[in-house]
């Protein structure tokens, strides 16, 4: 395929296509290039330095930095565990199970975290904690994490349970597998880059969640996101630009490695 | 035909019904098939002949009827505690597990021990040539292996019985000729009873002890290879398996050894088939087209006078479209022995002969 | 055929069957109890008595909506006059979110079509480059547009440098550079479904219009473009419903004056406001909004499910 076809081709697109990538790179590049800017200030470029990294991780705001990547971290890590765990038992359930009533529905339930918008889950998570008497804090933002990274983990464990053809079920009955030995020995290996896939996703929309974390944290709890929006009030600063630099490799990190998984194998379903 | 005990009855079907919704799969299936035996199941796609499959591996439940294994109700009884395997049409061969795991897979779960599965599979891998293969996952492996491993992972937990989807539809044809003999021998070697089923009429042929024809969800006709194919029961069977002429026909004259009959034209052909209608009635008569043997020259009293309407060359033999003065048309085959067909030209006049014997009176009308 | 009816009607051996209910039950119990049941009380507590600095009072009451449509004076006591404060606000945002929504089929469609014309192994190359950014914090992809655009950033720094304008372009605080924010959050959802759509088009339609003396643009308008219309409109639908009610971009990025209607459900409850009646009866006519798009977005799927 040297060449494209003639109806394939159409003067200009190649350049949008270029335009849509330079505005989606440009910022997040140019972030990245002033994070190493050695002065204090955003707008004169001083020549290379680490200085803001270090500063990141032993300045005077890294206490501040370190708690708030701490419980980032720890709830992005139990968050997107249990909402994949939910997910995949859901989706065995609905995808696994003979056609039943309420199977739409399940899957719309499923996905209404992703079709309600955000500030009004926030809204309405807010509110709920706040009438039976939660407590808003850590736990109060775990509860609602689990509940917006369900929809992500599903999608992906989804897609790769449609790929794994039924025949392969029907197989392992009738080499007499138990069900519980269809899914250890069958099921789940199938299944595995999928829920891994699942778990990265969950791991990512957690880590990255702003709006829903800023109603239902409560005082005195900060996670990444809110803590630069915080200090992102007072004007950029180029530790801020370090910090969402760190941030920037790791969710690209997580995301080629979930694309990577998710296509691992991908070629043992068959036609 | 059988060689073996035919008193033993490995699977038997009791007037199983099928339905899916309001679509009847298989209708009041009855069926007995015995123990050693290589039966097929034959019909077009959508006749019911997987489902029946089915129905025997556990994977459906029948709606009416009963299925039994050695006499015993399978009712209730799930696939995974049937002492039945399957071989899959398109293999379904564990793609995260390599060959040798795949093949272990169902004596592993049956519970034997690490040394015994080894046993079984190394036993099992040989006896279709894997062995250098054994490590390998089965994407590695060509069309003809993977069916081979398939085939010998449902061997492997020694099942009584063996169930067969379509297993060589995948591979090419040479493949497929080659794989139809070593079927056989391996049905023979194991001596397990081979349910095989297939769209293919001479893969149903070549292998079967005995066929079965299914077509509508109804099992048309139940006998060897050659019983269905020189005496179908009806016209489903008739034109399903092998090239037909269908001719209407009314008995003219019967007499001890046949009967002589007018066909649609006029025309009279003797039959020394069974015809079990009295004189006067009509009903419908087959004829294969090899049995037609077309000359230019008149040197037969069987003979009826045509026209040759068209000649195929077809390699070994020659198809013939033939128009009897009185209009009706006929398809004849022969081998090209010599060089006959070549001396026969569009629209000469020839003479169609018809052995008494070849002509069959069908026993259903319809 | 009688094996794929067997198929269609339940998933073949169904070994999980008699346990589909305890699987799917966590998720029923967790979104029902967290999001569902929430959602229900947001719509109660929008017709609840605010109480000054947040929370409510449990006295019935139509005041969130009245204020949202009428205005009647410091003390309640004037006339109701139609009150366009917050309409305002709703058209604002249904304008900006319908200009994203443009702008991303302006750039998306010619991309997604790119790509859906590239050679099977580069296109999941070119596919993960137009996400990669998507999966990037939201907050600090706003951040780093927002250090763009400044009227000191690099952009007009360059612009200036070079020599193309004489004074900063004065980006940030208007409409424009909410604009570039939510296409920036957004753009995967509208090449996704248009890539989608294009891929699974049969360019010898193309190939045929074209050998019928139709030019490029012709075919591109007259036979590719009507078919891939489902994937068209099912992106727009998926941009438009999340640009509506966004935060950050319009926060950030667009100033007092350009204020959607996610800061104004957000400063019921984070702000100074703390009216949390009208903070739940805005959401709840946010929430309607989102739901006729995606009413509109299901019947669009639903009729290509059948094509």
């Not at chain 2, 006749?47 to 591996?57: M, N, P, Q």
């Not at chain 2, 087209?289 to 070994?316: D, Q, R």
């Not at chain 3, 507590?45 to 009451?61: C, D, M, P, Q």
Request: charged letters at 15%; a neutral charge; glycine letters at 8%.
């Amino acid at each position: 395929m040297s060449k494209v076809a003639y109806v394939k081709r159409y003067t200009g697109f190649l350049t949008m296509t270029m335009v849509c990538l330079t505005i989606l790179y440009a910022p997040l590049i140019i972030v990245a290039i002033y994070s190493f800017n050695s002065s204090p200030s955003i707008i004169v470029w001083e020549g290379l330095s680490l200085h803001w990294y270090w500063d990141v991780f032993f300045g005077i705001e890294s206490g501040k930095f370190k708690t708030a990547a701490w419980n980032s971290l720890s709830i992005a890590v139990m968050a997107s565990l249990t909402s994949t765990t939910i997910a995949t038992a859901a989706a065995i359930g609905i995808l696994r199970g003979r056609a039943f009533r309420g199977r739409n529905l399940s899957f719309m339930l499923i996905s209404m975290p992703i079709m309600v918008p955000e500030i009004v889950t926030a809204v309405a998570t807010l509110i709920f904690f706040s009438a039976i008497g939660f407590v808003l804090g850590y736990s109060s933002i775990l509860v609602a994490h689990i509940v917006f990274c369900i929809p992500f983990a599903y999608l992906p464990i989804a897609a790769r349970l449609r790929g794994i053809e039924p025949v392969f079920e029907e197989a392992a009955l009738d080499l007499y597998a138990s069900r519980g030995q269809l899914f250890r020995h069958v099921i789940f290996p199938m299944l595995l880059p999928g829920i891994l896939a699942g778990l990265l996703l969950a791991f990512i929309v957690s880590l990255d969640d702003f709006i829903i974390t800023n109603f239902v944290k409560g005082a005195g709890i900060e996670t990444l996101p809110t803590a630069i929006f915080g200090a992102v009030k007072q004007g950029i600063k180029p530790n801020i630009m370090a910090l969402s630099t760190i941030m920037l490799l790791v969710s690209i990190v997580c995301v080629t490695l979930s694309y990577l998984l998710s296509r691992v194998g991908s070629h043992g379903g068959r036609e | 035909m059988m060689s073996q005990d035919q008193t033993t009855v490995a699977v038997e079907l009791r007037h199983v019904v099928k339905k899916f919704g309001s679509f009847t799969a298989i209708r009041d299936a009855h069926l007995s098939i015995y123990d050693n035996e290589f039966f097929t199941l034959l019909g077009p796609s959508g006749c019911g002949k997987t489902t029946l499959l089915r129905l025997i591996a556990g994977f459906e439940e029948v709606t009416q009827g009963q299925v039994r294994l050695f006499g015993k109700d399978l009712q209730d009884l799930p696939p995974n505690r049937r002492p039945v395997n399957t071989v899959f049409q398109n293999y379904a061969l564990f793609p995260h597990m390599t060959i040798a795991e795949n093949v272990g897979f169902g004596v592993r779960m049956k519970g034997a021990s690490q040394g015994e599965m080894q046993k079984t599979v190394e036993r099992m891998l040989e006896l279709v040539r894997l062995t250098d293969h054994a490590h390998k996952r089965p994407s590695q492996l060509s069309g003809g292996q993977q069916q081979r491993a398939a085939l010998v992972r449902a061997i492997a937990p020694s099942p009584r019985v063996l169930l067969l989807d379509e297993p060589l539809s995948a591979l090419d044809l040479k493949l497929r000729q080659a794989m139809r003999i070593e079927l056989k021998q391996l049905q023979q070697e194991t001596g397990i009873t081979f349910i095989f089923v297939t769209h293919d009429q001479e893969e149903a042929l070549s292998m079967s002890d005995r066929i079965a024809v299914m077509s509508d969800g109804v099992i048309q006709q139940v006998g060897p290879g050659r019983e269905i194919y020189e005496h179908p029961r009806n016209r489903t069977v008739a034109n399903f398996i092998g090239e037909t002429n269908l001719l209407g026909a009314i008995v003219h004259e019967k007499s001890g050894s046949g009967a002589t009959l007018t066909l649609e034209d006029g025309s009279r052909v003797m039959c020394t088939d069974n015809v079990p209608v009295g004189v006067g009635e009509s009903g419908q008569v087959l004829i294969r087209p090899e049995k037609i043997v077309v000359s230019a020259t008149e040197s037969s009293s069987f003979g009826l006078h045509c026209k040759l309407a068209s000649a195929v060359y077809l390699g070994t033999d020659t198809q013939y479209v033939l128009r009897t003065d009185g209009g009706l048309t006929l398809t004849a085959r022969m081998q090209n022995v010599d060089d006959t067909a070549m001396q026969m030209s569009t629209g000469s006049s020839v003479v169609a002969m018809i052995e008494p014997a070849a002509i069959r009176w069908l026993a259903d009308g319809d | 055929m009688a094996t794929e009816i067997g198929r269609d009607d339940g998933q073949a051996a169904g070994a999980f069957d008699p346990l589909k209910y305890w699987l799917i039950l966590p998720a029923w119990l967790v979104i029902g109890f967290f999001l569902l049941a929430p959602i229900c009380l947001v719509l109660v507590f929008s017709f609840l008595t605010k109480e000054f600095r947040g929370g409510v009072i449990w006295e019935f009451s139509l005041a969130a909506y009245d204020q949202f449509l009428f205005d009647r004076g410091l003390f309640g006591d004037e006339p109701p006059r139609i009150q366009w404060t917050y309409i305002e606000v709703f058209g604002r945002s249904i304008f900006q979110a319908g200009m994203a929504t443009l702008l991303c089929l302006v750039i998306g469609f010619p991309t997604a079509f790119y790509i859906a014309t590239r050679p099977r192994r580069v296109r999941a190359v070119w596919l993960f480059l137009v996400t990669v950014p998507y999966w990037v914090n939201l907050l600090i992809r706003t951040v780093s547009m927002k250090f763009l655009l400044r009227d000191s950033g690099p952009l007009n720094e360059f612009l200036l440098f070079v020599g193309v304008v004489d004074e900063p372009l004065g980006i940030v605080n208007t409409g424009l550079a909410v604009q570039l924010g939510l296409f920036y959050s957004y753009l995967p959802f509208m090449v996704l479904p248009i890539f989608a759509t294009v891929e699974r088009y049969d360019f010898a339609l193309s190939e045929a219009a074209a050998d019928l003396y139709a030019d490029r643009w012709t075919v591109l308008r007259k036979i590719l473009l009507p078919i891939v219309a489902p994937g068209i409109v099912a992106g727009s639908i998926l941009v438009f419903v999340p640009s509506l009610g966004a935060f950050l971009a319009p926060d950030m990025l667009g100033g007092a004056k350009n204020f959607m209607i996610g800061s104004l459900i957000d400063e019921q409850f984070n702000g100074n406001a703390g009216n949390w009646p009208f903070g739940s009866a805005a959401s709840m006519i946010l929430l309607s909004l989102v739901l006729v798009a995606l009413f509109f977005y299901a019947r669009q799927t639903g009729r290509q499910g059948r094509a």
